[in-house]
């Protein structure tokens, strides 16, 4: 397979992981997260350290997998302490506080000179090695959609779509909400660390704006939203449509790419809320 | 003395706030959405202010009163043609379609605009001296229109009958229609309204602080936790509240050493957990208090 071949399916692999982890917390749990890319940049950041710096005065230097495992626990930690502030929340307050956490997390990210090397960012050390990791993101992906079809066989996975269609229903009934909701945003933002770990490992260069990307969020909520929020099957294959249609036809629109994005969003919820798959009716 | 100075300059830098999280508060206040693109208004607004000072060379005081009621028409089609069809949906539905829109205005603006930071500067902005404190004079000019902004829009919202039919729609929009009020029309009047005053609170912030296209989900944050911390749909909440915020950032930044005015969302986040912690969770069920 030629390298450009090799680089697109990566791609398509993390973006079809990151909906579906999206996925999990805003769809199947109901509790829409519009800061969700701030554990790509956790992921990420924790896997530049890690590799490159000399982080409180020790080298650590490690090798790709330790790092991987270490960028994981970050992200799971971080979302252990977000969702204990933010999942208490309803609804609307629960998605604005986590894009609050979002840019709020990339200020101090900037703020953190010594250890993230602020807004220049990070360089890590350059491995080239395209099918080792087309490799990796589809043992990751194949991994996570595999865990997913598990767990929403699961309790958790029932009692989330329990608490998405009646919190209140699901509390009387002597159900932890708070603490299966933050369960899910912790699984959610493990696998979502875990991308943004490969991504600055792959990619060699991260910097706030970039780890922290906005649009990250948006591109999970659209290939959702496409595909069908809190379906099994939506978030892949809408990620697959919107890859397909960036290829086809916004690759030649380099500068309009954001926009046609945004006015998808505003379309789909407008034309099709349920998505291609859905078919719960509102 | 740097924390009276400091104090001084979070009570003006408040002023601005207070323009935007009006517009805010009250679209959630009446409709009941929250408006993620709000921020990316301000900024159209404040771009627009730009042009025309560039073009023109019109002083962003007098600009604003184009902006504004350019804004209101922007407030009218984006009720017209999005939240129209979104406001008896989940609120969940409203939030991803603004979000989308909050998308596409930021990447609108950086292709009209470009990503340079654009400012206007102005010549008669020397401070003022008094008593060892320095008064920035756009600042104070920006504070006091914020206060007769807000006494423009009570008097709307109490003496008008647009005002009153505006109110009882955010009391109780059925109530309401069963009067015969049109409650389509209130709508659009509220968005208009909304949309309106970000373009005025843009205008205004555009020889404060360099306008960017993607600061725009920054002063959604910050109008979001102005409206939380001084109240849904309150006019002196979301003055009260902008000054909050306003006195909380400055001073943050001025006992916080290393930390400049680079904390502008991560302080006003910490504020709004605070209150949320504090007023319990948020609550959308709660009828909203009367826009008074």
Known sequence: MSEALLLGLTQLLMLITLASSWNLISGVAGCVDFGHAVFFGVGAYAMGILTTRTPLGFAPGLGFWPALLAAVLASAAYARLLGRLTLRLQGPYFSIAMLGALVATKELVRLARPWTGGGSGLDLPPVLDRA??????????????????????????????????????????????????????????????????????????????????????????????????????????????LFGLRELLWSRFLDLHLLLQGGLLMGLVLLLPDGILGRRPR | MQIFQALLGGLLQGGFYGIMALGFSLSWGVLGVINLAHGSLVLLGGYLAWSLFRGLGLDPFLGCLLTGP???????LLQRLLLRHLIDRPHLQALLATFGLNSFLASLLKLIYKADPRNIPLAYNQPIELGGLSIPRVRLMVFLIALALGLALHLLLRRTGMGRSIRAVAQNRNAARLLGIDVQKV??????????????????????????????????????????????????????????????????????????????????????????AWKGRGNLRAPPADPV
């Open chain 1, 132 to 241: 080792g990791d087309l490799a990796f993101m589809a043992g990751l992906c194949g991994g996570w959609l595999g865990a997913l079809a598990l767990l929403r066989r699961s309790e958790l996975g029932l009692t989330l779509l329990a608490l998405r269609e009646d919190e209140t229903g699901a509390q009387m009934r002597g159900i932890d909400t708070a603490a299966q909701k933050t369960a899910a945003l912790v699984i959610s933002a493990s696998v979502t660390g875990a991308v943004g770990a490969f991504w600055a490992w792959q990619t060699t260069t991260l910097d706030p704006d970039t780890a922290f990307l906005d649009s990250r969020t948006l591109d999970m909520a659209l290939c959702c939203l496409l595909g069908g929020l809190g379906t099994f099957w939506g978030p892949p294959l809408g990620a697959a449509l």
């Open chain 2, 70 to 76: 350019a804004l209101f028409g922007a407030g009218c």
């Open chain 2, 187 to 276: 709508y659009l009047w509220t968005m208009g309204l909304s949309a309106g005053l970000a373009g005025m609170a843009g205008a205004l912030l555009a020889p404060l602080h360099p306008l960017h296209p993607f600061l725009g989900a920054a002063y959604t944050l910050k109008a979001f936790a102005i409206t939380v911390i001084g109240g849904m749909g309150s006019i002196p909440g979301a003055l009260l509240g902008g000054l909050a915020l306003g006195l909380i950032e400055n001073l943050a930044a001025a006992l916080i050493p290393g930390v400049g005015a680079n904390v502008g969302v991560a302080s006003s986040f910490a504020a709004l957990l605070l209150v949320l």
